[in-house]
Each structure stands twice: as C-alpha cells, then as structure tokens.
C-alpha cells in the first residue's frame, strides 16, 4: 500500500474547472452525490456477497484471498451483471417514471376524479 | 433481458504489465459504474429528446415567437428543465465517480505501479521525456474529462498515476466498448488499412495526443518492422504508455513528450501515415490548424493522414442532436469540444495543403472481442461523446 501519500484524501481530488450547479438549491447536487454513492456501494456490497456465496456452494469454504481472486465465468457474469442493472433500475424508478410520463398526456387525478363524480 | 444490455465484468478487462490490480470491490464498483451508464444513456438518455419536443420547444416557441437557432439557445433551455437537469446530474456525478473508483484503486498501490513502470522504462531509449515542454493552455486550463490533474498531473515526481487511472476507468465510462485492452479504436485503424490498402506497409507513422498508447499500439503491433512515433505534451501519460507498450510486446513504438504544434525535428515527408484519435477536439482554436499544417508539411506524398472524431456538427446535423452531442463540452470538462465540431474538418485540412479530391470521410467502428465486450451502440441509445464509433476524416496526399 503506498505509503507517503494520504491516497485516501488524493482519491477525492477535485478536477481543476468550476463544477455545474444542477439544482437551485447547492445541497440537492451534494445529496445526490452522496446518494449515488450509497447506492454504489450497496452494489459492491451484494456483488461480494454473490461472490461469497458462489465460493461456498463451489468449494464449502473459503480464505478471502479468494474473493479477491474471484473471476466469473461468462454465464456468472451476465447473472451478476442482471442483477446489478436490476439494482439500479429499482433505484432510479423514479427518474425512469418520469420519462414515461414524458411519453404520456395525463389530466391531473383532481380532474378525472371530478369526471367521475359526474358521470 | 438480453446479453448486450448488461456490461461486461471488469474482470474481463486485460491486465497489463502495468495494469492496477483490482480488489474485488474496486472491481465491483467499475462493475457498477459500467451498468449505470449503459442504463442513463441507454434507458434514461431519450427522455432528453421528449422533454425538449414536449414542453422546452413548444415554451420556447410561446416565449420567443420563433424556434431555437443554434445548439446554445438549446441547451439554455434545456437546463431549465427538471428531467434534463437531473439526467445530467446523474450522468456528472458517474463521471466523477469513475475518476473517484480509478484513483482510490490506483493510488492506493501507487508504489508498487512506479516499480513496475521503471522495470519497463529505465535506460529504454523509447521512452524521450522532455522537461522543457510545456503544458499547452488547452490542456491545463482545466482538467478534461474531470480528471482531476488531467493528462500531465502527478501525486509525486515522476509517477504514472494519471496514466493509470485514465486507463483502468475506461471500462467503466463506456461499459466496455472499447474492449479488453479499451483499444478497440486502435484496431478498428488497422482493420480499416487492410481492407483500404491490402498489403500497405507505412514506412513511419505518427500518432499525436497519444496518452496511455491505447491506439497506437495496434498499429505498432501490426507492422512490427516498422516505427511508430508516438507523441503528448503529457510526461505521466507517456511513463505509463511507454510501459505499457513495453509489456505488450510494442517494442517498435518511440514515446516522445512534444508538442504537435511545431514538429521541427522531423524533416517534410518523414512519415507515411499520420493519425490522431479522438484528440483534434481536446486541442484549441489556434493550435488545431498549426497541428494540421505540421502534420501535413512532415506526411510524405503518398502518404495518408487520419483523424478519427465524433461526427461534425454540419449544417444537416439536427440542432437538438448537435445539443446533445454537446454534453460533453459543458458538463465534463472538454472546453474545445462544442467549437471543434462546429469547425468544417475537410475545409481545414484544405487549408493545411490538400487539396479537395485528396479527402475522404469513412465510418470506423470499435473493434473488440464480441464475445465479451459488446458492440458500438449506436442511433437512438448511443452515449453521445462516448460511442464506441467514430468518423474518420482523411486525406491521401498526392505521389510527388
């Protein structure tokens, strides 16, 4: 491990040029990087369980050299990989619901709730 | 769900002599990161096209009596709009964090990486670094691609970190379309020359902007009795990709730190191809056609140059399509890029000696292992500024 460098605090540099601000309120574009970040790990996070996991049923036990070491094969791969693009999808369903209400012309439910009253 | 709409793992990225060695969550956040972006590019991506057709054109239209008439009016616009704003919050914040997962991983085993290049690059006479050479204000004025100390930054003198952190995140930021050794431009060139010119063999070729060597090593390796020259202002980037090359078997290409605005050394006609890949649009108004000028004056006659971009802003390029080809520009740190494709390649390299019957444009598409990596996506789901396809403009300069 490099050991003159604080590689943790240089990890984090920021990229010389000012950043865009995506939201009136500054705190939004933090919490979003923040979120995004969480949401990162929680993925790294399953993604060494399924290893642990397919180490266990493959060998019955494991040294966590072989995490590290663990490369899936093609068809493990793609499992993974679904289950991450499943993972994320779940989590920007929002963002993916507003792109269909994007495709779709919709009176407020006020509206169809008056309809309805009176018809 | 199909096998193309999930990324390749990054465990099927090569390794290099020096490539960083992933942990297994460093790899599993590139893993992460690769399916992000396929997914807001891919998925979210054309909800940018419905909000602007749905509401941002038709309130602009109210407001001004008249339809938007460049790109910037566009994207004015735009980031006033709630789904764009956060799409590209979105799509920012994954470039940050691939620039954040690249340099904890190599930073962290930053040590043992300068060993390990110094092995390949000590006493080599193919590695030429020198310190007299400036960084251009095109390249320090800010850090492209978010890179934080971009091309030419060091942690410690003399390091290879920025070269290996822009190599090992690659992968992530196109989700692997550009293959195992993310140098599917390079071997898409030397598809390409095959089937253009069967049995061509360049005498010498020069590669400018090379950085890590992604696509000029292909070249190296498909005429290995030959020489290939391979030049940036950046000393990082060359360290890495010297060694790199080095440890791939590229023993025939020479890395020199020089900048392409004045190539002196070389003598007219010293080289039979010269090429650039994706670099014309990270250099500036004024230094594009000095470097056209050069590369022109030093390609002998017969000789063939290359540039290979994202497709040009022409005038039958829709301007909502030229917006969005733009993101890049404004949201991830490439400042010459809304102005470079708005340029007329072909008339520039007119005016750096060719003559119009001397151009061609071709499409190049990313050549990979598709197996593993997929192919270029390209028309409605592309990721603009990141597809793995590209235009070529070039010229065969007439045989004295």
Request: proline share 5%.
């Amino acid at each position: 491990m490099t050991e003159e460098l604080d590689w943790v605090l240089r990890a984090n540099a920021k990229a010389k040029g000012k950043r865009p601000q995506y939201f009136d309120d500054p705190a939004l574009d933090r919490l979003l990087s923040i979120t995004m970040a969480l949401a990162g790990e929680v993925s790294v996070l399953r993604e060494r369980l399924d290893t642990v996991e397919r180490l266990l049923e493959a060998k019955g036990a494991l040294r966590r050299e072989d995490i590290e070491t663990y490369a899936p094969d093609r068809d493990a791969a793609f499992e993974r990989g679904a289950r991450t693009r499943e993972y994320i999808a779940r989590v920007l369903r929002g963002v993916q619901q507003d792109l269909e209400a994007l495709q779709q012309t919709e009176p407020p439910v006020e509206q169809v709730s008056r309809e309805l009253r009176d018809s | 769900m199909r096998r193309e709409d999930v990324a390749p793992p990054y465990t099927a990225v090569a390794r290099h002599g020096v490539f960083p060695t992933p942990s297994h969550d460093e790899a599993a956040r590139f893993n992460y990161l690769a399916n992000f972006n396929k997914y807001v590019s891919g998925v979210l991506g054309q909800g940018n096209a419905l909000a602007y057709e749905r509401r941002v054109k038709p309130a602009f239209v109210k407001e001004q009596g008249r339809e938007p008439q460049d790109r910037f009016e566009i994207r004015a616009a735009m980031n006033r709009d709630p789904y764009h704003r956060f799409w590209s919050a979105l799509k920012r914040n994954s470039m940050e964090m691939r620039q954040q997962n690249g340099r904890s991983m190599v930073l962290r085993q930053l040590d043992e990486l300068d060993a390990r290049a110094r092995q390949y690059n000590e006493g080599r006479e193919t590695l030429e670094l020198d310190r007299a050479v400036e960084t251009p204000r095109y390249q320090a004025a800010v850090d492209i691609h978010c890179m934080p100390g971009s091309y030419h930054g060091e942690e410690r003198p003399g390091d290879v970190s920025a070269g290996a952190n822009y190599d090992c995140g690659i992968f992530a930021t196109t989700a692997g379309g550009l293959g195992a050794l993310s140098d599917g431009g390079g071997q898409a060139l030397v598809e390409w020359v095959r089937k253009e010119r069967p049995g061509w063999e360049p005498r010498r070729v020069l590669d400018i902007g090379v950085t890590v060597g992604h696509n000029a090593v292909p070249l190296a390796l498909a005429f290995p009795d030959r020489e290939v020259v391979a030049i940036d202002t950046a000393a990082p980037v060359l360290r890495y990709g010297h060694a790199r090359a080095q440890s791939l078997g590229a023993r025939n290409i020479r890395f020199v730190q020089m900048n392409a605005e004045d190539l002196s050394r070389f003598p007219d006609g010293h080289f039979d191809w010269v090429q650039t890949t994706m670099f014309l649009h990270e250099t500036s108004g004024k230094a594009l056609p000095r470097i056209l000028a050069e590369l022109h004056r030093v390609l002998a006659p017969g000789g063939l140059m290359l540039h290979l971009e994202q497709p040009q802003y022409s005038e039958g390029m829709p301007l909502y399509e030229q917006f969005i080809r733009d993101w890049d520009a404004f949201n991830n740190n490439e400042p010459f890029w809304s102005a470079m494709h708005a340029l007329d390649l072909k008339q520039e390299m007119v005016r750096s000696g060719f003559a119009e019957s001397d151009l061609f444009t071709t499409g190049v598409v990313a050549v990979v292992d598709e197996t593993i990596f997929p192919k270029a996506n390209t028309g409605g789901q592309e990721d603009h500024g990141r597809a793995a396809a590209w235009h070529a403009y070039g010229a065969w300069k007439q045989a004295a």
